[in-house]
């Protein structure tokens, strides 16, 4: 199936206008070609969500647009400015962040030292008392280690850490991997309040039940290419293909 232009893609939901801007994005790890020219857009307060079966190029879309590929090409613009050749530090210093699927917590550390370490790249990172309101678990788990804590609250503090830097996009990589359906429930709660607090997020996500609950747009994944893409009012008319393309 051939590649899914942006013209052809989903109509762009009611927030702002595009904040992040991919074209013909190809990368490789070694000698091996893992992407194939994807292409979308996010809009400026959206939740978007990349779907596709394991390997399809989803994680490597992701880091590919921090900057933490070592060989990549195309276009990827951030408010309207080209970061395919910026290192990663200089893109998290415009205000993207990146929260991988291994989360990337300091397991010696504890709670709040993970929370006090990461640099603010920017003006606007929530303060402790924020990240506290947004998960109080983690207020009470304050002087706990990494290692003490429950998937669930590594999870938590995976994301918190980020919120932390000042970033206002987030890109999130499967945040409900292996996570109780409570835990998932209040991840889900967490999306959508700091969507409606004007972060946009580009999220990554095997569980389209899940992302159904918080996503405005899917694009599908495979083989390294956008091969289809609608709205979240458009899911339940796409759910046939869906089952097809994920294997569900």
């Known amino acids: 199936m ?15 206008g595009t904040i992040l801007s991919v ?21 400026a307060g959206e939740v978007v969500t990349l779907l596709g079966r394991n390997g399809a190029g989803k994680t490597t879309t992701l880091k590919s647009i921090m900057g933490i590929i070592g060989k990549r090409s195309g276009s990827v613009r951030f408010n309207d400015q080209e970061i395919i050749r910026a290192t990663s530090d ?4 415009m205000g993207i962040a990146f929260c ?15 929370l006090l370490l990461p640099p603010v790249v920017r003006a606007g990172g929530l303060s402790l ?20 804590l429950s998937g669930g609250e590594q999870q938590m503090l995976a994301i918190a ?15 409900t991997e292996g ?10 709660h967490t999306i959508a309040r700091l969507k409606n607090e004007g972060f946009t997020i580009l999220l990554v996500e095997q569980n389209f039940r899940f992302a159904s609950t918080v996503a405005d747009r899917y694009y599908v ?15 339940q008319a796409n759910m046939d293909k869906l089952h097809t393309y994920l294997g569900v």
């Open 2 to 16: 051939p590649d899914v232009a942006t013209a052809d893609a989903p109509n762009k939901s009611n927030t702002g």
């Open 100 to 114: 991988p699927e291994e989360r990337g917590i300091f397991a010696s550390l504890d709670v709040r030292e993970n």
């Open 179 to 188: 996570l109780a359906p409570v835990i998932i429930q209040q991840i889900g």
């Open 129 to 148: 008392e924020q990240i506290f309101d947004l998960f109080p678990n983690l207020k009470e788990r304050l002087s706990s280690q990494g290692t003490k």
């Open 23 to 43: 074209r013909n994005l190809e990368a490789w790890y070694g000698e091996s070609h893992i992407l194939h020219g994807i292409n979308f857009d996010v809009n």
């Open 161 to 175: 850490r980020i919120l932390r830097t000042g970033a206002s996009f987030l890109m999130l990589d499967e945040p």
């Open 221 to 235: 994944v495979e083989h390294g290419k956008i091969i289809d893409g609608f709205a979240n009012s458009e899911l």
């Open 90 to 93: 200089r893109i998290a210093r």
